[in-house]
Structures are given as structure tokens and as C-alpha cells.
Antibody
Framework: QVQLQESGPGLMKPSQTLSLTCSVSSGSISSGSYYWTWIRQPAGKGLEWIGRIHTTGRTTYNPSLNSRVTISLDTSKNQFSLSLNSVTAADTAVYYC?????????WGQGTMVTVSS | QSALTQPASMSGSPGQSITISCTGTSSDVGGFNYVSWYQQHSGKAPKLMIFDVNKRPSGVSDRFSGSKSGNTASLTISGLQAEDEADYHCTSYTSGSTWVFGGGTKLTVL
């Protein structure tokens, strides 16, 4: 069964660039017509869709984050990545990677990212 | 894009039925049949419970059902059980080819 696992820095300082990776196991990231997605959740709050990348490489981003976000695909490593620049305390959240088509059927366990000076 | 509107909290007794609403606009919920619902227990990742408005993934109890009328989608849980106590999130595809979530509903089983 396909599994997703996020990895990232944990603690960051304001203005730095956040880089997270989602490793896909027990299945190829290139198979099927899936959208590989990033979603985040600040403590005690709801979920926020960040953006997605299709297996063809096409990307779509949340308009509220569009200028700061890049999502990329590395098929050789079977993983996809999130880059979020100029982070502030408002970017503190649990970040999830997920697989989607008409819904998000597989999720990683999530990784906590804290932005603090 | 504005978040979908869900009640912040709801409660019910074991055996009862409850319905959680998720209100959007004609640009998201009302315009597409791509509404899904997720259950999230404390400290855990969300789990898909309903997709495409009213379809259940394999392994999800038939006590969970979904529907939509106009710009409002609903999740109904029948025969409430203690294990159903969790946060529930709705999401919808949008006319901007993006996705928008609701604020989440905290369900308490009394």
C-alpha cells in the first residue's frame, strides 16, 4: 500500500525559506493521474490547501500563498517537495503531504514546522 | 478564496444521528460535485470519509453519509459511537482549480 512521509527542518527563523519533502513508498509517484498535494494546519485551526503538482508536472497554488510557494516533483527519488519563502510566525503549522484526485485519499503523518526568532 | 463555513462544534449522544453542514458558494460547493469530508482524531492525520459528495471509500462505515443541496454540503453520522468523537473537515474544488477547506467541526459524543 502506498505510503507518504514528510520530512523537514522542524524549527526555522523568520525570513528563511521552508523546504519540505514528501517521500512516496510502495508505489511510483509517476503512475496514475494523481495530484500530489501539500496541506497545512496551524495549531487548533482548520486545514489550509497550499498547492499541488500533477504527475505531468503542472502546478496549482493557493492564491493567498502563490507568490511564496513552489512545489516540485522528483521522479528519480519518488518524492515531491514544497518550498515556501519569507516565512513568518503565521506559517507555523503541521504540514501534511497528500495524494489527490477528486479527494485526498492518502495522507502523510504530518510534520510540525515552527517559525520563531 | 474564502473558507467554507462549518459549525465550530456539535454534540450528540450515543445512538443519535447528527448532521454537519458545510456552506460555500456557487464557485465551489454549488458548482462542483467534488466535496469530500475528513475525520481527524487528536494528533492524527485526517482520514477520508466521504468523496464526490456522497461516496464512501472502502472500509468506511455506512453510518457515514454525504449529500449536497445548492451551496451547502452535509455529512450525516447515524448511530453515533464514542469513536466518532473527532474533528470533521469538509473541502471542495473551486472554479479557480484550487481547493478550499472549511474551518472544521469538533464533534463531541456525550
Amino acid at each position: 500500500q502506498v505510503q507518504l512521509q514528510e520530512s523537514g527542518p522542524g524549527l526555522m527563523k523568520p525570513s528563511q525559506t521552508l523546504s519540505l519533502t514528501c517521500s512516496v513508498s510502495s508505489g511510483s509517484i509517476s503512475s496514475g493521474s494523481y495530484y500530489w498535494t501539500w496541506i497545512r494546519q496551524p495549531a487548533g485551526k482548520g486545514l489550509e490547501w497550499i498547492g499541488r503538482i500533477h504527475t505531468t508536472g503542472r502546478t496549482t497554488y493557493n492564491p493567498s500563498l502563490n507568490s511564496r510557494v513552489t512545489i516540485s516533483l522528483d521522479t528519480s527519488k519518488n518524492q515531491f517537495s514544497l518550498s515556501l519563502n519569507s516565512v513568518t510566525a503565521a506559517d507555523t503549522a503541521v504540514y501534511y503531504c497528500a495524494r489527490g484526485m477528486s479527494a485526498f485519499d492518502l495522507w502523510g503523518q504530518g510534520t510540525m514546522v515552527t517559525v520563531s526568532s | 478564496q474564502s473558507a467554507l463555513t462549518q459549525p465550530a462544534s456539535m454534540s450528540g449522544s450515543p445512538g443519535q444521528s447528527i448532521t454537519i453542514s458545510c456552506t460555500g458558494t456557487s464557485s465551489d460547493v454549488g458548482g462542483f460535485n467534488y466535496v469530500s469530508w475528513y475525520q481527524q482524531h487528536s494528533g492524527k492525520a485526517p482520514k477520508l470519509m466521504i468523496f464526490d459528495v456522497n461516496k464512501r471509500p472502502s472500509g468506511v462505515s455506512d453510518r457515514f453519509s454525504g449529500s449536497k443541496s445548492g451551496n451547502t454540503a452535509s455529512l450525516t453520522i447515524s448511530g453515533l459511537q464514542a469513536e466518532d468523537e473527532a474533528d470533521y473537515h469538509c473541502t471542495s474544488y473551486t472554479s479557480g482549480s484550487t481547493w478550499v477547506f472549511g474551518g472544521g467541526t469538533k464533534l463531541t459524543v456525550l
